[in-house]
């Protein structure tokens, strides 16, 4: 077992975990769907990565996933998530001890700004009742998941709501909200309010996100959570992705701002990204010379956003969207989004998915001790980081580990 090569030097990397907990995730809505497929997750070394859900814990950093729910998925590219499926998946991500985010679409496909389309089924309740539709509806998904032991901890009423949601059938937008116009934000605000009811009722606990995305508009946002701010919810959730919202310090202006209009409002990133590989035209921004469209280059935002953002007390974390995005020997996801966190070229792990976990103070350092062959010695018992006795040291992964009360990279 012992390497007996080129090591002159033990990188010995300490671990310094900030007393105020900040989350680090993403939203790993996929990782289902490609297990089906088999597709190969290879680690630094090449080795497949056999539990991705325990390698962002235990590698990344991670604390918390997120889970989007559609209500009667129309089965296109990434809009598989009905209940079954976000049962099974939040269970697993909360038997592994990560805390959950529950993102509720409201729509059969993708809710965003540019749609949020009232579910089929929904479209002949009149809209006078479509509040007590969404409570009801809201309710019975949060009892199904808490009695299977899969209870959210944060929860999403609606994503990327900057226009308001439940426009109308698909295709249309008769409710659509702008900042600016009085128009449908009463609506609005009794959907929400009757969503919040029902995770109030059956998940107490739980923290209610807001979720919006004009991170580049600060008048607009402001509007807009003036509007929201007799709700009852308690953290204004954001998206931030450079190509769309500007740079770095366009999002902390904002951040600042929202923090000092609504200080008893905790503030999350709840979606970022960028791109390891072609940049798109279309994108309102250009910043590959500052961040390049690869796998680099997305460390290098993420290591940048990290530094922009870790001592704002009030941020209370970031969420990457699709992290497990790895078109590798597959097509699982089409069209390719360029957002992964895996080469798409290999498989292999990105150095930037590592990125994330400084937020939540941990460091690495790098110490010299000469004279060593191997940081592993044999005779001596091993240690994952967590305390777990390593039973047998065949084929030892490359990560952190503790012998002779001192931490050790294999």
């Known amino acids: 077992m012992a390497r007996k090569s080129i090591l002159s030097v033990l990188l010995v990397v300490s671990l310094v975990v900030s007393g105020q907990e900040k989350y680090v995730g993403g939203d790993i809505s996929m990782v289902p769907s490609y297990e089906k497929a088999n597709v190969q997750y290879l680690d630094r070394s090449g080795k497949r990565i056999s539990n991705l859900i325990e390698y962002f814990r235990d590698e990344a950093g991670f604390n918390i996933a997120r889970v989007r ?3 009667n998925p129309t089965k296109e590219t990434g809009v598989v998530q009905d209940l079954d499926y976000v049962v099974g998946l939040s269970k697993r991500i909360k038997d592994a001890g990560l805390s959950l985010m529950l993102d509720f679409h409201y729509s059969d496909t993708w809710a965003d700004p540019k749609a949020q389309w009232i579910p089929a089924v929904w479209t002949s309740v009149a809209d006078a009742a479509l509040p007590d539709t969404l409570y009801a509806y809201t309710k019975r998904v949060l009892e199904r998941m808490t009695s299977a032991g899969a209870t959210p901890d944060f929860i999403q009423t609606g994503n990327e709501i900057s226009y ?13 909200c702008y900042y600016d116009n009085d128009n449908n934000w009463e609506r609005l605000k009794k959907l929400l309010s009757e969503a919040g009811k029902a995770c109030r009722e059956i998940c107490p606990e739980a923290k209610i996100i807001i979720h919006t995305e004009r991170t580049n508009n600060l008048e607009g946002t402001k509007k807009i959570y003036n509007r929201l701010s007799s709700l009852d919810y308690d953290i204004i959730g954001l998206s931030y992705y450079p190509e769309w919202h500007d740079n770095i310090s366009k999002l902390t202006s904002t951040l600042g ?7 008893f409002k905790d503030i999350m990133l709840v ?11 279309s994108a309102t921004y250009d910043f590959t010379d500052k961040w390049p469209a690869s796998p680099d280059g997305q460390k290098k935002f993420l290591d940048d956003l990290v530094k922009a953002t870790e001592n ?11 992290p497990e995005e790895n078109p590798y020997k597959n097509n699982v996801y089409e069209p390719w989004y360029n957002h992964g966190l895996f080469n798409p070229n290999t498989g292999k792990v990105s150095e930037a998915l ?16 000469p004279g060593w062959e191997s940081p592993v010695q044999t005779g001596s018992p091993i240690y994952t980081i967590d305390g777990r006795l390593v039973t047998s040291t065949d084929n030892l992964p490359c990560g952190i580990y503790i012998q002779n009360g001192k931490k050790i990279v294999r």
């Open 354 to 369: 590592f990125s994330l976990q400084a937020l939540r103070g941990i460091t690495t350092g790098v110490e010299q001790l």
């Open 164 to 176: 308001g949601m439940l426009w109308g059938a698909n295709g249309t937008r008769t409710y659509y």
């Open 69 to 71: 729910l559609f209500v």
């Open 271 to 281: 979606e970022t990204g960028y791109y390891n590989n072609w940049y798109p035209e």
């Open 257 to 263: 701002n929202l923090h000092s209009l609504f200080p």
């Open 312 to 322: 704002m007390d009030y941020m209370k974390g970031i969420l990457y969207w699709f």
